[in-house]
């Protein structure tokens, strides 16, 4: 049974620094690229960024420079380290494998404000 469940969300200030993972199992972490998405309210969910089996990575212009996704294959997790938060990041915060189909997590909260 494939899982992937994300922690790390949580209440911060603007020019902050959250770290969100992401925990996988019940499929080969190591040989799929992995991906993050975001979901603000009342907007649709859009792709934040990625990372190939061999840690290529790749982000959206409005993260790039701020974000970095990164993986652990030993221990089947992915990250997401965020840095100089702004209010228009907070969302909910999905991972996703990029598997056929692709599995996608429960999410967890991010939010930005003073």
């Known amino acids: 049974q494939v899982q992937l469940v994300e922690s790390g969300g949580g209440l911060v200030q603007p020019g902050g620094s959250l770290r969100l993972s992401c925990a996988a199992s019940?499929?080969?972490?190591?040989?799929?690229?992995m991906r993050w998405y975001r979901q603000a309210p009342g907007k649709e969910r859009e792709w934040v960024a990625s990372?190939?089996?061999?840690?290529?990575?790749n982000y959206a212009a409005s993260v790039k420079g701020r974000f970095f996704i990164s993986r652990d294959n030993a221990n089947n997790t992915l990250y997401l380290q965020m840095n100089s938060l702004k209010p228009e990041d907070t969302a909910i915060y999905y991972c996703s494998s990029r598997t056929s189909p692709a599995f996608w997590g429960q999410g967890t909260q991010v939010s930005v404000s003073s």
């Open positions: 990372i190939t089996n061999d840690r290529i990575t």
């Open positions: 019940g499929f080969i972490f190591r040989i799929y690229a």
